[in-house]
């Protein structure tokens, strides 16, 4: 089974804080993504990257950054974190067919 | 945008078939519809997806109207476990990210 992790189920973090958000995936997928996913907004797509050190901006990439070093791993960061970042974050990785989505990581900034 | 449109909520008693339909009137020639579904605080999760064809696999079946304008995913013998809210989305295969609406809250009855 494929499998994508992130590193934290939830997290907690002050205002200003820089945040790291790691997902890392074992199907050796070219593509991977980082949504988030708030009440009545759906889904939203912040970053994407279709291969190690390419990235391209979703519908929503202020305030984020990311990192793809490795093929399996892709980082979410959080430069300066503020309330409004507040959120569950969701990894997925993709083949042709289908997307597969990490267990997610809520995210509380204070 | 998301291009479906589902009805927000549905009820099912559990043991019968639960069918959730989906509305995407502008599909064009090139784009599957894919269904996936999102049990509270997890990732979601693949079930299945069409071009034209109707489709079944060990989770549903999907049933594509003629002028593929409509779908219904059907979960034959619904359980509790398939409580959860279900999206419809319409891209081409391989597309780089899904656009996920609003989705319909399954809610399977004891």
């Known amino acids: 089974d494929v499998k994508v992790t992130q590193s934290s189920r939830y997290l907690v973090k002050r205002t200003g804080e820089k945040v790291f958000l790691e997902c890392v995936q074992d199907?050796?997928?070219?593509?991977m993504f980082w949504y988030r996913q708030d009440p009545g907004l759906g889904l939203r797509l912040i970053y994407f990257?279709?291969?190690?050190?390419?990235?391209e901006k979703g519908d929503i990439p202020e305030g984020y950054s990311v990192s793809r070093e490795k093929k399996e791993r892709f980082s979410l960061i959080l430069e300066s974190a503020s309330t409004n970042q507040t959120s569950m974050y969701l990894c997925?990785?993709?083949?042709?067919?289908?997307?597969?989505f990490g267990p997610g990581t809520r995210l509380t900034v204070l | 945008d998301a291009k479906t449109t589902q009805p927000p909520s549905m009820d099912c008693a559990e043991g019968r078939a639960a069918n959730l339909p989906c509305n995407h009137s502008t599909i064009s020639g090139n784009e599957y519809v894919y269904w996936y579904r999102q049990i509270h605080s997890q990732g979601p999760q693949y079930i299945i997806h069409?071009?034209?064809n109707n489709e079944t696999n060990e989770m549903a079946s999907l049933i594509i109207t003629e002028d593929r304008k409509s779908s219904t995913l059907i979960l034959p013998h619904a359980t509790l476990r398939d409580t959860a809210v279900y999206y419809c989305i319409v891209e081409v295969q391989g597309a780089q990210k899904l656009v996920f609406g609003q989705g319909t809250r399954l809610t399977i009855n004891p």
């Open positions: 997925a990785s993709r083949e042709i067919v289908r997307q597969y």
């Open positions: 069409g071009l034209k």
């Open positions: 990257s279709y291969d190690v050190k390419m990235k």
């Open positions: 199907m050796d997928h070219e593509n």
